[in-house]
């Protein structure tokens, strides 16, 4: 549901962008097919996870067309909440003029690395420049790895043309569901911040490295490391594909068990 309803949001959007007419009556209607889509295609990942725990899983229930029309219902009910907010709602009365829908698939280049930090919405309020992404379940206290996850969108930001280059220049925000309302996070940028977020993102992909030469040729997925906590799990969007989504404490016992075996064989 969350996938489908960012996905229909960025349409109206587009749509309201390129002057497109929007039929309000065909919301839940476009709701409803990107759900049914995503979910026949995660139907051969659930194959592979029923295969590696040896049981059926709980994943396969939620292909049940009969509970899509309460998603569905509820996808609408934040979708028109969201129409209510800013800065959407300073969008469609004209308030902001110079804005800009981006797609996340955009790649921007950090030394070596393709990175995708873009952001789903850009406007100009005065000399400032606002990022915003879309979270259609969040956190209301983000830690500092979100805070940094936001602020590299300034260095997407950076790399654009009409863009400004000073870092101090943005306010980065996220626009995200939490008890039951869109609340938004912003903060503006400093050049600290912009700083600290190529550090950590070099630090990721240095660890990126670091275990994709630990999962071996192969690429045994079930060697990634598991989440600390179940806590974790819940507002994670892999938890529907991942080996620990299900049953954490079992799958740190399958895990063990195999780098127990991998590493026995190492030794022979």
């Known amino acids: 549901m969350q996938r489908a309803l960012r996905g229909v949001i960025l349409e109206r959007l587009k749509a309201h962008s390129e002057g497109i007419s929007w039929i309000e009556e065909d919301l839940a209607g476009k709701i409803r097919n990107r759900m049914i889509g995503a979910m026949f295609r995660q139907k051969s990942v659930i194959e592979v996870i029923e295969t590696r725990i040896g049981k059926p899983s709980d994943l396969r229930s939620q292909i049940d067309i009969r509970r899509i029309d309460r998603l569905v219902e509820i996808a609408c009910y934040r979708?028109?909440?969201?129409?209510?907010?800013?800065?959407?709602?300073?969008?469609?009365?004209?308030?902001i003029k110079r804005w800009y829908i981006f797609s996340r698939l955009e790649k921007t280049?950090?030394?070596?690395?393709?990175?995708?930090?873009?952001?789903?919405?850009v406007w100009f309020s005065g000399s400032t420049c606002h990022l915003l992404r879309f979270t259609v379940q969040g956190v209301s206290n983000p830690g500092?790895?979100?805070?940094?996850?936001?602020?590299?969108?300034?260095?997407?930001?950076?790399?654009?043309?009409g863009l400004p280059a000073n870092p101090e220049r943005y306010i980065v925000e996220n626009l995200y569901w939490n008890n039951g309302k869109w609340k938004n996070w912003k903060e503006r940028c400093t050049q600290r911040d912009s700083e600290d977020s190529i550090k950590m993102i070099e630090a990721d992909m240095s660890a990126m490295?670091?275990?994709?030469?630990?999962?071996?040729?192969?690429?045994?997925?079930?060697?990634i490391p598991l989440a600390k906590s179940k806590r974790t799990c819940r507002n994670c969007g892999h938890r529907d594909t991942c080996p620990g989504g299900e049953d954490l404490n079992r799958a740190r016992l399958e895990q063990s068990a195999l780098e127990m075996a991998k590493s026995s064989r190492n030794r022979k």
């Open 144 to 161: 500092d790895d979100k805070k940094l996850e936001n602020v590299a969108m300034v260095e997407w930001a950076k790399h654009q043309n």
């Open 109 to 121: 280049k950090l030394k070596k690395y393709q990175l995708h930090i873009s952001p789903d919405l």
């Open 79 to 95: 979708f028109h909440a969201l129409m209510r907010t800013k800065p959407i709602q300073d969008i469609y009365s004209g308030k």
């Open 209 to 223: 490295i670091d275990l994709h030469y630990k999962l071996g040729l192969s690429c045994d997925l079930s060697q």
